[in-house]
């Protein structure tokens, strides 16, 4: 695992960001806060600036720097989440050594549970989470059961795509979605749809 991976990813996921910049926001305005596409693509856009500032660092420097300065610089509810994930997932165990998919699953499950600690969230509360966990749950499995990458990508961009669709039929438990109560029923998740096109974006650049 190298600094221009993970660059690489960013700029996967900045492009499917503004692929979908139209679906995200339209969603966003119907239930969510109206700043979730902003917030997202200046994470995505912060990393790759840093880029100059990566190169040399081992995968836990970088993803600590990547941490503390999305902290500063991303706006809303998704900065510290995404910041904490990215802080879990530089303390991941193996984390500079050579990656396999078992560490992919260990740092994906460690920045999981991160979010869900900072943003008290849950499967089920109709966020990224209903993505998020299913994704690293996924990972886990299909590593131990030793799936080549192509098969482990599709599995983990299917139950993204799963989880993202499970939102429409919940009601929100956070944000301005659960003071809409059963009127957010029937609409996906803008954190959950966000978080399926970069999965899949960062799944297809590999």
């Known amino acids: ?13 900045r492009a499917a960001i503004v692929a979908n910049e139209s679906e995200i926001e339209h969603l966003d305005r119907a239930i969510g806060d109206g700043d979730h596409f902003i ?8 990393i790759i600036a840093l880029a100059p500032e990566l190169d040399g660092k081992t ?32 303390k991941t165990e193996g984390i500079d050594a050579p990656w396999t998919a078992e560490t992919v699953a260990r740092l994906t499950e460690d920045g999981v549970a ?14 990224m ?10 990972l886990k499995a299909g590593a131990a059961a ?21 939102t429409r039929d919940l009601t929100a438990h956070y944000g301005r979605a659960a003071f809409l109560g059963e009127r957010a029923i029937g609409t996906v998740d803008p954190g959950a749809m ?5 999965i899949r974006a960062i799944v297809e650049a590999r």
């Open 1 to 13: 695992m190298s600094t221009e991976t993970i660059i690489k990813a960013a700029e996967a996921a």
């Open 39 to 46: 917030n997202i693509r200046r994470g995505a856009d912060t």
């Open 59 to 90: 995968p836990s420097e970088a993803l600590k720097a990547i941490a503390m300065k999305l902290m500063s610089t991303i706006g809303g509810a998704s900065g510290p989440l995404i910041s904490s994930f990215f802080l879990a997932a530089s």
């Open 114 to 127: 991160a979010i869900q600690k900072r943003g008290k969230a849950g499967l089920g509360h109709k966020t």
């Open 129 to 138: 989470l209903d993505v998020l966990i299913p994704v690293a749950e996924a």
């Open 146 to 166: 030793g799936e080549d990458a192509a098969a482990l990508g599709a599995r983990v961009v299917e139950t993204a795509a799963a989880g993202k669709d499970s």
């Open 194 to 198: 966000s978080s399926y096109v970069i």
